[in-house]
């Protein structure tokens, strides 16, 4: 049997790979090399995952690979229909950014709650101005977003003694289902959103949802750009609908730098790195040799995703 | 039996205090009148907590109050020789500060582990400038201050998944003395200040001391600012002998608009706030009103400062 054929897509050569070599033929290709490599490659590893070249190249002519695999904790870049409806199985990448993602959040909860933005704004002038702030044990968080993420910032604002609602697509035992979200915001001090993109979340926090919350409140995207409607929180947060946001992901990325965005009152804007910490790049390079040896054995691939539910389905033993 | 009398340093009536009406016999002063208001006292409440009035106004002719209470965490502005010597009770305040200031260690933390601080200046120029940033969860800590302050730091980073070290003046049993303090400031990469201010702790954090720690660390102090060389630590930060630090306490309060450490490079300066969530006055007037109710029944009253030393010792279940 001659070696597999891993395709990656990615400019450069990727870490951890070299455990492959004389086993495998790995073959790089950039976005436009894509549509001429697919029908040779086995296995296709997405490694540059702000790249559309997979929803654009996948539905051309040929054979096309087995096994997808995304270093990125969405599949939403990747799937188009012809993808969806093939025998192909797409994985992506988890463990790897949901403490990082939660920590980042909790970071952003607890900057909000002592007012650390004003702060570093008041040191800027020289000015020495005392200011109450407020305590995040006892406040309530609505968490949208029940995947691996969603559950680890639930975990973690749990631990520092904040009420968090989880809310799914559908109502499970300890989770909400979307049905409860409006009623939830609407009492919550925060408003995190860590859900995927699908088609039918797209431009879900909109100014119907941003004039529910309390005018106390802040929102949170570490999910998808798409899911914010950015000129409707633009205007909740001109017109003091809510007291605050933060955005770390976008619609156009990287951000343009004529953007509005960059100087809406009370808006922190991040460039998409609440997952990066210290060695994720190893790490997502070792979770798939891993699954390529998993796969190579001819063993069930983990962490697959539900192709037209756009999401891996969690199960967990509270359920 | 007359009613007793009230002295209250502070220039404006005090929430709270309305319910020791008719019981009481309650006289407000500002500084300037308290050494001539001393002698009819039988309780100090000392309200203006960044006054150093009482240590000034005490040693004068007259009898003194058997009880001063300081809505406050420290006594070090109030303590004087005369004061230690006498047989007035010291209290202050207790179970107010611990959590807020908890908090906003953690969230100093977090936001040094994010960059928040970066991505505030990158967003202000308009530029996306992706980076990776670091978990706290398995990073070290050491919290300086073994009081009920120094021990709710460290409740809420370990359940954050940080290594924490406490160090107080004596080894306990979960706790280390003072002589382990170097070693373990040399590994970590938050070195947390919540100490008391005694004569023998003045300076303690000087230029041998940041010269120890990690040039990937991190130094916070929330506890008094005397504490802290101030020059030294602006010069260890120019020199990258650490990465970065918080001070929330200064020497002199409030810092001058012409003080250097304003800009000192990665050096967030906060107005002695990290303890001020909302109603805390509300709450530190509510708390003396009951103390006072034990007071006045006779009973043992708690928060007793041990003048000595300078500060509560704090019994727990686990030493």
Redesign the interface.
């Known amino acids: 049997m001659p070696a597999p054929t891993l395709l990656v897509l990615d400019t450069a050569p990727s870490p951890r790979l070299g455990r492959l070599t004389g086993r495998t033929c790995v073959r790089y290709t950039d976005e436009a090399g894509l549509a001429a490599r697919l029908p040779e490659a086995d296995v296709l590893l997405v490694w540059d995952v702000a790249s559309d070249a997979v929803r654009a190249a996948w539905p051309g002519d040929g054979p096309r690979p087995g096994w997808v695999h995304t270093a990125s904790a969405g599949v939403d870049r990747l799937l188009c229909p012809e993808l969806v409806r093939s025998d192909t199985v797409v994985t992506r990448a988890r463990g790897i950014f949901e403490?990082?993602v939660a920590?980042?959040v909790?970071?952003?909860v607890?900057?909000f709650?002592?007012d650390?933005?004003g702060?570093?704004e008041?040191?800027h002038r020289?000015?020495?101005?005392?200011?109450?702030?407020?305590?995040?044990?006892g406040s309530r968080a609505v968490v949208v977003g029940a995947g691996p993420i969603g559950r680890e910032i639930t975990r973690?604002l749990i631990?520092?003694g904040v009420q968090v609602a989880l809310v799914g697509r559908r109502a499970r035992r300890t989770i909400h289902g979307a049905a409860d979200l409006d009623r939830l915001a609407a009492m919550a001090d925060w408003v995190i959103c860590a859900a995927p993109l699908t088609e039918s979340n797209r431009g879900m926090f909109d100014a119907r949802f941003f004039g529910l919350m309390q005018p106390s409140a802040h929102f949170i995207n570490v999910g998808r750009g798409p899911l914010v409607v950015e000129d409707d929180l633009a205007t909740a947060l001109r017109r003091r609908w809510i007291a605050g946001a933060a955005l770390d992901a976008f619609e156009q990325?990287?951000?343009e730098?004529?953007?509005p965005l960059?100087?809406v009152p009370e808006l922190?804007?991040?460039?998409?790195?609440?997952g990066?910490?210290?060695g994720?790049r190893d790490q997502l390079g070792e979770q798939f040799v891993e699954m390529y040896e998993q796969w190579v054995a001819g063993a069930p691939l983990p962490n697959v995703v539900d192709k037209r539910r756009g999401y891996v389905l969690v199960q967990d033993r509270s359920e």
Request: a positive charge.
């Open positions: 403490r990082p920590e980042y909790t970071g952003l607890l900057a709650a002592k650390l933005p702060t570093l008041f040191q020289r000015q020495w101005r005392h200011r109450e702030s407020t305590r995040i044990a973690l631990t520092l990325e990287p951000l730098p004529q953007s960059w100087d922190i804007v991040s460039p998409h790195m609440s990066a910490t210290t994720w």
